[in-house]
């Protein structure tokens, strides 16, 4: 299972990940990263992924069990 989290605290909130997958990250108030959708289906794996490597402060963290 791929699981997803993010360090609000180190967002830079340059919203790439919004962008490429609303229905798994958002924005707070301030703008910082809220993941929607912690254990996204499979056919959103490859998508999260890339959201990850593209964070520029590598705020999202994918991991897989």
């Given at each position: ?31 910082l ?33």
């Open positions: 299972m791929l699981r997803v989290t993010a360090n609000s605290e180190t967002c830079a909130v340059s919203s790439l990940c919004v962008y490429r997958l609303p229905g798994v990250f958002d924005q707070d108030e301030d703008g990263v809220v993941v929607l959708d912690e254990t996204p289906s499979g056919e959103f794996h490859e998508e999260v992924r890339r959201a990850a490597r593209g964070c520029p402060t590598k705020s999202i963290r994918v991991t897989e069990d």
